[in-house]
């Protein structure tokens, strides 16, 4: 799954080095075998974030991407998207995308996170609780999505955000996006047509094995 997402990440426009991050010499060994690029961090981080910022602060660039090992069907364009949303704007120091609920189950589901945004799409709140949800059952479609959990920072940003200590929220709800707001930070999501099937349970697994031998998440 690793080599699927190393592949796919590859191939966006906006990205000049692909790197994985890990504290395990098994995937460090799986990455070396066709050929990526990898990076053994320490193995106290709490989450992917403060991982992903240990690499950071060995390179020279302005922003760095976290594709989770996890989003094996992500699609280029949603990358190039997160992206440009802070490469276009000086004041964005983290970026990610969002798409539409599909239904009361989304809704429902501990495994979909969901993200409550502005008018000018930057998010409020991220839960696996349901929210937003009106006297119908249904959440407002314009101010409710699904979160992808993929994002974008300034090198910087991330670095100093890695050095905060783990807040309240963050560890109730296991969601590392929640530093940046509890703290007083902005998030900018932005929408996108596509749903990529993130593998959180073995039937996820089993579902995108299919999709891949058929060709379908090509």
Known sequence: MVEHVHRRVSTARSVHEVLVATDDERIADAVRAF???VRLTRSDHLNGTDRLAEVAETLDCDLVVNVQADEPL????MIDSAVAACANQDNV???TLRCQLQGPDDLDDPHVVKVA???AGYALFFSRAAIGRD??????????????GLYVYRRDFLVDL???????????ERL???RVLEYGHRILTTETPHDP??????ADLELVRRLVATGASA
């Open 35 to 37: 050929g990526g690029d």
């Open 74 to 77: 992500i699609e280029p364009s």
């Open 117 to 119: 945004v502005d008018h």
């Open 93 to 95: 120091q983290m970026s």
């Open 176 to 178: 590392e996006q929640l």
């Open 135 to 148: 006297r119908s059952g249904a959440p407002p479609a314009d101010a409710v999505g699904k979160h992808i």
């Open 197 to 202: 099937i993130g593998v959180d349970t073995p």
């Open 162 to 172: 890695s050095r905060l200590p783990a807040t309240a929220l963050e560890q109730s």
